[in-house]
């Protein structure tokens, strides 16, 4: 199913499906709860649902789900990976600017409109919610690291993983900078977000965040993603961010024979 009327304008929402089944109606919900704010500050939005390698009962209440226009978008897909969905979904976009969110999770109702301001503001950076809210089989409240205020710096991104999958950029950054495929089984590379947060560094641009804003984020205890990345002790890819020219242009590199 292919739901399309042309380029709507500021702001497109690419949402990855698999199996949420009804969770997937209540983050859509969630989704239509974010575009009404944003409306209201004249931001026009657009759905971008990308069902991957999606069950049937995820499938129907995504194509059927009422908050789904005309100038919405379902895609459905057979990457089996969660970078290539999204790349697919930024393809198909509309707006001038893309967010990614998972079929699973929540934002602050103010989270588009914000995002939006920030890129309007500063085109060359990708922004993040402040607050990450983690829900489910865990709990926990913590904030993502703001570049542009000091934190989050290179050499810690060697070893941790500082921001999380929702985010907004360009979609001519997206198109510049797309997601890697990971194929973790058969690679043992891994981390998707984390390596698109590598790549991101390595494009020269900032990772920051909006104030007053949230990701509702759902641990899951049924062997999801993360979880089997950990069981496997999967190492992100190798890339620009991690090559001596990279470094050294930024001068953070030391030579030594």
């Given amino acids: 199913m292919l739901v399309d009327s042309g380029r709507v304008g500021t702001a497109s929402l690419v949402m990855t499906f698999h199996a949420e089944g009804v969770l997937a109606q209540w983050s859509l919900y969630g989704f239509e709860r974010m575009r009404l704010q944003a409306e209201q500050q004249g931001i026009s939005v657009q759905l971008v649902a990308v069902l991957d390698n999606v069950d049937s009962q995820t499938r129907r209440i995504v194509e059927d789900h009422p908050v789904v226009r005309v100038c919405d978008r379902i895609l459905v897909t057979a990457h089996g990976d969660p970078g290539l969905a999204r790349n697919a979904g930024i393809a198909a976009a509309s707006g001038h600017y893309v967010g990614i969110l998972d079929g699973d999770d929540y934002c602050s109702a103010n989270w588009i409109s914000a995002a939006v301001g920030v890129l309007r503001e500063n085109p060359q950076v990708v922004v993040h919610t402040d607050y990450l809210v983690v829900f489910g089989a865990t709990w926990g409240l913590g904030r993502q690291s ?7 710096d290179r050499e810690s991104c060697f070893k941790f993983h500082l921001w999380v999958s929702t ?11 797309p997601y890697r495929a990971t194929r973790m089984a058969a690679s043992g590379f891994g981390y998707e977000d984390w390596d698109w947060s590598l790549a991101v560094l390595a494009e020269g641009a900032l990772h920051v965040t909006v104030p007053t804003t949230a990701l509702f984020y759902r641990q899951k205890d049924d062997g999801s993603r993360q979880q089997a990345a950990e069981s496997q002790q999967v190492v992100v890819a190798p890339g620009p961010f991690f090559s001596a020219e990279f470094w050294m242009q930024r001068g953070q590199y030391e030579h030594r024979d």
């Fill in 146 to 152: 703001n570049q542009l205020a000091g934190e989050g």
């Fill in 167 to 177: 985010v907004f950029a360009s979609r001519d950054f997206f198109l510049r900078c």
